[in-house]
C-alpha cells in the first residue's frame, strides 16, 4: 500500500478521511467493512472538536417526544433557512445512530433510580438491555431529548470510536498529518475531474506524499480560529472548507458562524466552554449586580437559542463595558452539580471558581460554522468522489442557527449515509496508475516565519471586531480590504517558501475569512447568526448565499 519516490511516499487506499473527529472516525467504522481506509488527523487523533464537545447529542428516544416535534425546533431555530428534505431525515435516523454508539461503548449517562422522580422521565425508547438513558434539554428544545456522558459527551464518544477504529485491522491511523490540497484527474491532465487524493504534509519529517484514494472525505471541522476568542481547539482553521473550494466546489451561508454564549472568562482559561446543558438544569445569567437580564430579550430567557443568548450578553456588556457576565448554578445542591458537570466543576475550581457557591463569568466566543461545503444527504460535493461531512459541511440542517446537539447528530447520520454511497459504487471505481510527486524544486526555506504569525494576528483581531456577533457594512467593507492584502501577501509567501504547518493552516483561514465578509456582506438583512445594524429586518424570503469558485466544477 506504501511506495517511496526520493523524498516522498505514496499510499494507496480505497478511502481518505482528512479528519479524525466524530463524523471521521464513524465514515471509518461503517466503510472498513468493505474497504481499506486511512485516516489523516492533523495534530494526535484527540485534538479535534469532538473531544472537547461538552453537551451531547440530540436525538428521539422518549415516549413523550417526536420526530415531528424534533424536526419543528430545528425549523424554529434555523430562522427559515433550514432544508426540511434533510432535517428530517437527519432526525428520522437519530434513533439508528444512537443504537450503533451505545453497541460501540459509548458510556453515555443513565438515569439513577432516585433521579427517576426528580426528571419525571417516562420510558425512554431505548437501546435493548440498557438502562434508561438520562435526557437533558437545552436551548431551543421543546422536549428533553439530549442524550450525553455526564458534561464530557465529545470524549466520550471520541475515545470509544477512536479505540474501536485503532483495533480494526482495515483502518490506518495518521497523526501529525496536514492536508495541503486535493488531487484530481483534471490536476494530472486526465479527463474528468474526479477527486483521487490529497497532498498530505508531515511536519515531523518535512516530506509531502501522495496519498492516492478512490475516494477523498473531507471531514476537518470547521473554520472558529478565523475569530480572536473561540471555544475550539487550535486546529479549526477551515481546511476542509478552503481545500475544496480550491478544487472547484460551491460554499454556502458562511456567513452564519455560531457564537457559543457562555465560554470561561479567566485569564488563564483558554477556550473553555461552558456547556448549555447547565442553563438546561436551571442556571441562570446575571449582570455582574446580580439581576437576570434574559426576559427582556427572549420570553424563554435562558432557553433562547444561542444567537439571541449571546448578542443579548454582547449588548449587555457593551452597555455597561464589563468584561463579562455571570452563568449561576449555585441555587442546585453541590451533589447535583458534581454529578451532572464533573469536568466543569474541576475545571473551574482549577481557577478559584468554586460553581457550587461562586458563580462563573462567561463571556461568547466563536463556536460553530453553521455554512461550509455544499453536499447532499449522502455527503456528495459538487466534485465526484469527494464527501464533506460533520462542521466541514453545509448540508442546510443548521439553517441560519444551528440548535444546541444537532452538529454531533449530524456527524453519525451523514457518515452512514455517506458509507450506504460509497458502498455502492466502490467495486466500480478505479484509479490511475500514475500519481506525479509534490514539486518542491521552486522554492527555498523562509528565515521570515513572523510574517505568517503576525499575519495569522492580524485576521483574527479584525475578523472579531468586523465580522463578529453584531455586524455593520462599513465594518464589512473594512475587513474585506484587509483580507484582500492579507491574499496577496499569503499567496506570494506560499508560491516561493517551503510549506509548514502554521503557513498552510494561514492559507486556509485567509480564504475561509474571505468567504465569511463575501458572504456577510451579500445578505441585506438580519437572520439568525448574521446581524446587521444596518438591515435589522427580516428580507421577504430566506435564501441561501451561495458562492461558486471560478474554477467550478459545474461549468466544466
Not at 57 to 73: F, G, P, T
Not at 127 to 155: F, V
Amino acid at each position: 500500500m506504501m511506495s517511496t519516490n526520493d523524498s516522498t511516499f505514496f499510499y494507496d487506499y480505497d478511502i481518505l478521511i482528512i479528519g479524525s473527529g466524530a463524523a471521521g472516525l464513524t465514515l471509518a467504522l461503517k466503510t472498513a467493512a468493505f474497504a481499506k481506509v486511512a485516516v489523516v488527523s492533523k495534530g494526535h487523533l484527540s485534538q479535534g472538536a469532538t473531544y472537547y464537545a461538552q453537551g451531547g447529542i440530540a436525538a428521539v428516544l422518549d415516549n413523550e417526544d417526536s420526530i415531528d416535534a424534533h424536526v419543528a425546533d430545528t425549523l424554529d431555530a434555523g430562522s427559515g433557512l433550514c432544508h426540511l428534505d434533510i432535517v428530517k431525515h437527519v432526525v428520522a435516523n437519530s434513533g439508528e445512530c444512537v443504537r450503533w454508539l451505545v453497541e460501540q461503548g459509548v458510556p453515555f449517562t443513565t438515569i439513577a433510580p432516585e433521579d427517576a422522580k426528580e426528571y419525571r422521565e417516562k420510558e425512554p425508547l431505548q437501546p435493548d438491555n440498557l438502562a434508561p438513558l438520562h435526557l437533558t434539554q437545552e436551548g431551543g428544545h421543546s422536549h428533553r431529548r439530549i442524550i450525553h456522558a455526564t458534561d464530557a459527551t465529545g470524549r466520550a464518544v471520541f475515545e470509544t470510536l477512536a479505540y474501536q477504529a485503532g483495533m480494526n485491522s482495515n483502518i490506518d491511523l495518521f497523526e501529525n498529518r496536514v492536508a495541503i490540497d486535493l488531487i484530481t484527474r483534471s490536476k494530472l491532465g486526465l479527463a474528468g475531474h474526479q477527486c483521487i487524493g490529497a497532498y498530505i504534509f508531515s511536519p515531523e519529517t518535512g516530506s509531502v506524499d501522495v496519498f492516492k484514494a478512490k475516494f477523498v472525505i473531507l471531514a476537518t471541522g470547521g473554520a472558529s480560529k478565523a475569530y480572536l476568542f473561540t471555544t475550539n481547539p487550535d486546529g479549526a482553521t477551515g481546511d476542509g472548507i478552503a481545500m475544496a473550494w480550491r478544487a472547484g466546489c460551491r460554499v454556502a451561508n458562511m456567513e452564519f458562524n455560531q457564537f457559543h454564549p457562555t465560554c470561561l472568562y479567566h485569564p488563564q482559561a483558554k477556550s473553555f466552554l461552558i456547556t448549555e446543558a447547565l442553563r438546561g438544569e436551571g442556571a441562570v445569567l446575571e449582570l455582574p449586580d446580580g439581576s437576570r437580564f434574559m426576559n427582556k430579550f427572549d420570553s424563554r430567557g435562558e432557553l433562547a437559542p444561542r444567537d439571541i443568548v449571546a448578542r443579548a450578553i454582547d449588548y449587555e456588556m457593551k452597555r455597561l463595558g464589563c468584561d463579562c457576565v455571570y452563568l449561576n448554578i449555585t441555587h442546585k445542591s453541590p451533589g447535583f452539580i458534581k454529578e451532572h458537570f464533573p469536568t466543569i466543576y474541576s475545571r473551574c475550581l482549577q481557577y478559584g471558581i468554586d460553581i457550587t457557591r461562586d458563580r462563573i463569568p462567561v463571556v461568547p466566543a466563536a463556536h460553530y460554522t453553521c455554512g461550509g461545503v455544499m453536499v447532499d444527504k449522502h455527503g456528495r460535493t459538487d466534485l465526484p468522489n469527494l464527501y464533506a461531512i460533520g462542521e466541514t459541511s453545509f448540508t442546510g440542517l443548521h439553517g441560519a442557527n444551528r440548535m444546541a446537539s444537532n452538529s454531533l447528530l449530524e456527524c453519525f447520520v451523514l457518515a452512514f449515509s455517506a458509507s450506504d454511497d460509497i458502498k455502492a459504487k466502490i467495486q466500480s471505481t478505479e484509479l490511475p496508475d500514475a500519481f506525479p510527486p509534490w514539486d518542491e524544486s521552486l522554492v527555498t526555506r523562509s528565515s521570515e516565519e513572523i510574517i505568517v504569525s503576525h499575519n495569522w494576528d492580524e485576521l483574527r483581531r479584525f475578523m472579531w471586531a468586523y465580522v463578529g456577533i453584531v455586524r455593520r457594512d462599513e465594518r464589512l467593507q473594512r475587513a474585506k480590504r484587509r483580507i484582500q492584502l492579507l491574499e496577496q501577501e499569503t499567496t506570494e509567501y506560499y508560491k516561493h517558501y517551503i510549506v509548514s504547518k502554521d503557513l498552510l493552516e494561514l492559507r486556509n483561514l485567509v480564504l475561509v475569512a474571505s468567504l465569511i465578509v463575501e458572504s456577510a456582506i451579500l445578505r441585506k438583512e438580519s437572520r439568525g447568526l448574521h446581524y446587521t445594524l444596518d438591515y435589522p429586518g427580516l428580507a421577504d424570503a430566506a435564501k441561501d448565499t451561495i458562492l461558486e469558485p471560478e474554477n467550478s466544477v459545474l461549468d466544466s
